[in-house]
């Protein structure tokens, strides 16, 4: 595929009380904009849930891990029945360090990695393989003709999360990976003050003559109407997984994007919410991040969403300027709110419908001009 497409996606989604992204402290991330200061839930947060919803929907993740060696040696032991467990690990972490991969120091944790590595299993199964086959502990130098037959292994069988999220390699930049997806932290349209809810805890053995509480403590939270965005390359989608899953691909993940969400102290608040709003741009030149809406924080006494739609939208229109007409411009949202956008959907399967649609026939005029 060689045509530039990106596809923006646009969530608005009110959150109730709720610490669902923590920092060092416990507190609930936050974010200074627009002079204000912001609920947050960083990018990374967020792409955690996504690879849980992928898993839901029964879509296969790669493994990020510092024991590549432990599934190496699993591997290794299966291609080479002479191994034994003890050689097959011995042999895996001097292949691993052969390719320049570093490994911790400390007493206890030689076998893994000094940074975590992803990697699908079907990956780690052709390396085996192919060690075996090529004894590479025998060559002096890992020559360039190695090298780049390694890289065509590891680039096969990439799962789903990896060519949305990619991969770095700091040992070897060779073996990297570009990610097709690029997820923004997430902040509220508006000022969000912090609150703390003070708890106590009784036994429930203690005896009437026994006064106060087992146990005490604060845990803060904030309520907040959150603006989220992330943006997918179609065309790097397709590299990194093939034209014929592509689609799918890129189906998958605006429907996990838009339905997910992360999961700190939802035991403690029950916080999980749907979107109040989505907005889709299907583009060809560049994708834009509409959070410019929210520099000046919304302010409203009777809620946030509708004024943040207005904001939303009176900003898409403002960007126009800037950038060429969208291929496709669709919206979802709760009925009760109105927008400005004609292309407006009831359901989340027709908005994956549409969007499927441009992308599948860019895909297939791609292919059959090649």
Do not use: C
């Amino acid at each position: 595929m060689t045509q530039n497409l990106y596809i923006d996606i646009n969530v608005l989604q009110t959150v109730p009380s709720s610490n669902i992204n923590r920092d060092d402290n416990g507190a609930p991330k936050t974010a200074l904009y627009g002079g204000v200061t912001r609920s947050r839930v960083s990018s990374q947060s967020w792409k955690y849930a996504m690879r849980k919803g992928f898993e839901t929907d029964n879509i296969e993740n790669g493994i990020r891990t510092k024991k590549v060696v432990e599934e190496l040696s699993k591997d290794l032991a299966a291609v080479d029945e002479s191994l034994d467990d003890k050689s097959a690990t011995q042999k895996a972490v001097a292949v691993l360090k052969k390719f320049g991969i570093k490994f911790e120091t400390e007493k206890g944790n030689k076998n893994k990695s000094s940074a975590l590595l992803m990697v699908s299993h079907g990956q780690i199964k052709k390396f085996a393989k192919y060690v075996t086959a090529h004894d590479i502990l025998k060559q002096k130098n890992i020559t360039s003709k190695t090298k780049k037959e390694i890289e065509k292994v590891l680039s096969g069988d990439r799962t789903l999360d990896l060519a949305l999220f990619g991969r770095m390699v700091a040992d070897d930049a060779e073996l990297n990976v570009e990610g097709a997806a690029q997820v923004a932290h997430a902040i509220s349209t508006h000022e969000v003050v912090p609150e703390f809810d003070y708890f106590t805890a009784t036994d429930d053995l203690s005896k009437k003559s026994e006064s106060g509480a087992a146990m005490l403590g604060t845990i803060e939270y904030n309520s907040a109407t959150l603006y989220r965005y992330a943006n997918l390359n179609v065309k790097e989608l397709s590299e990194n997984l093939g034209t014929t899953n592509t689609v799918e691909a890129a189906k998958d993940f605006i429907k996990v994007f838009i339905s997910t969400m992360p999961t700190g102290k939802q035991h403690t608040f029950a916080n999980k919410t749907v979107p109040n709003y989505v907005m889709i741009n299907v583009r060809t030149d560049t994708p834009v991040n509409l959070i410019t809406a929210f520099e000046t924080p919304v302010s409203a006494d009777n809620g946030y969403v509708a004024k943040s739609i207005e904001a939303l939208e009176t900003e898409y229109d403002e960007t126009q300027q800037f950038v060429d007409a969208p291929l496709l411009t669709v919206v979802l949202a709760e009925r009760k709110y109105n927008s400005i956008i004609e292309n407006r959907v009831d359901k989340l399967s027709e908005l994956l419908s549409q969007v499927t649609d441009v992308v599948s026939k860019a895909v297939q005029d791609e292919d059959h001009n090649d």
